[in-house]
């Protein structure tokens, strides 16, 4: 059962255009949510995050939006640079005692940026 | 961000011998580490919650007699692979939460390892 789901397995963006990642999840017990970006034979690097108590989260090019009734959030990076070409990977956890390293990760959506 | 580094970054080894991988936090302690598997084209699957000083928690379907986690100390956890075979190999990878790094919520990967047993 893929209780956090990417749709989308790839995304293609010309440089400077806006990149928008969705995922969508179905365990109403997640209150947080990350994005990695991840390339091949390295682990991920952490991106941006965003709690359940929050609708939108920003940190330079990269916002989060977080839809909670629709279980559904996107990454947009905007402009996109042929540098954020990765496989981008959705994530989320549930706190309630456990620890919020314990993550359940989508299938990944890989973002190619064309010069 | 936190540093999280494992070693090694990658192994071959033969079916039926033993592979051990070491995660480090190298500049906070980590009292709970998490180890994941991908295969290829996959997404990472969580296979156990490293705990300091008592015992590992496995996920559903994960071998623990196969999957040996030790975390014995607050900036190490070592994942062994006992009698490995083929269908072993993978790409392993821990992680870990900083108190150092926001509000604590991040987790930070290792580089991974990948193994290929042949």
């Known amino acids: 059962d893929q209780q956090v789901k990417q749709n989308s397995p790839s995304l293609s963006v010309q440089e400077g255009r806006i990149s928008i990642l969705n995922c969508d999840y179905t365990n109403s017990m997640f209150d947080y949510f990350l994005w990695y970006k991840k390339y091949p034979a390295e682990g991920p690097t952490f991106l941006i995050s965003i709690s359940s108590i929050k609708d939108k989260n920003e940190d330079g090019r990269f916002t989060v939006f977080l839809n909670k009734s629709a279980k559904h959030l996107s990454l947009h990076i905007v402009p996109s640079q042929p540098g954020d070409s990765a496989v981008y990977f959705c994530a989320a956890s549930a706190s309630g005692g456990t620890s919020y390293g314990k993550l359940t990760f989508g299938q990944g959506t890989i973002l190619t940026v064309h010069p | 961000g936190a540093v999280v580094s494992q070693h090694p970054s990658w192994v071959i080894c033969k079916s039926g011998t033993s592979v051990k991988i070491e995660c480090r936090s190298l500049?906070?302690?980590?009292?709970?580490m998490f180890w994941y598997r991908q295969f290829p084209k996959q997404s990472l699957m969580l296979m156990a919650t490293s705990n300091e000083g008592s015992k590992a928690t496995y996920e559903q379907g994960v071998e623990k007699d196969k999957f040996l986690i030790n975390h014995a100390s607050l900036t190490l956890s070592t994942l062994t692979v006992t009698s490995a075979h083929p269908e072993d190999s993978s790409f392993y990878i821990c992680?870990?939460?900083?108190?150092?790094?926001?509000?604590?919520?991040?987790?930070?990967f290792g580089q991974g390892t990948r193994l290929t047993v042949v």
């Open positions: 500049d906070f302690q980590a009292t709970t």
């Open positions: 992680s870990a939460n900083s108190p150092k790094a926001g509000d604590g919520t991040e987790a930070f």
